[in-house]
């Protein structure tokens, strides 16, 4: 009696466990927005080169942020941003320099068909100039991630953003 209620017990357990919501699948893949690599040094006169990278986004249609340094040690070269791979043909892009911060807007030009892009890719990469010896965080602000409906994308407002930073020599 004892032994088949242990066996009993084993089995239920068994049943238990292989049957409860603790899988090992993966979870929702989380949108995150980041700026790599995370963290470079360069000397004084010297560029350093960003990509900001997209992960798990669904229905992208456009972007727009500001990067926004300390500019007192960082500065912005001419033209210093290029489209990302993730980006088709036919796409609009803007930037424009202020005083600590380098505006940007990528966008996909409307068709009759489907527009929005989903998954992970390079959005823009992104050029910048250590111009006195000091550290900067580059740091997004009045972010943008908009679907082909002019709203923000799927899991916008859970969002992960990965800031950067620049050591100047």
């Not at 239920?12 to 700026?35: A, G, M, R």
């Not at 100039?129 to 580059?138: F, K, R, V, W």
């Amino acid at each position: 009696m004892k032994k088949t209620l242990l066996i009993a017990c084993v089995v239920i357990s068994v049943l238990v466990f292989s049957c409860s919501n603790n899988s090992t699948e993966p979870e929702d893949e989380k949108l995150i927005l980041s700026i790599i690599p995370s963290e470079q040094t360069v000397n004084t006169g010297s560029e350093a080169t960003y990509s900001v990278k997209i992960e798990n986004v669904s229905d992208l249609f456009a972007i727009s942020c500001e990067i926004v340094f300390n500019n007192g040690v960082v500065g912005v070269p001419i033209d210093p941003v290029t489209k990302g791979d993730f980006w088709g043909d036919d796409t609009i892009i803007t930037t424009k320099i202020n005083y600590d911060r380098l505006c940007v807007a990528i966008g996909q030009i409307q068709t009759s068909g489907e527009d929005g892009l989903d998954g992970d890719g390079i959005l823009f990469d992104f050029k910048v100039t250590g111009i006195l010896a000091g550290e900067s965080d580059l740091i997004f602000q009045n972010l943008n991630l908009i679907d082909e409906n002019g709203e923000q994308v799927d899991d916008f407002d859970e969002i992960e953003i990965n800031n950067g930073k620049l050591i100047i020599q």
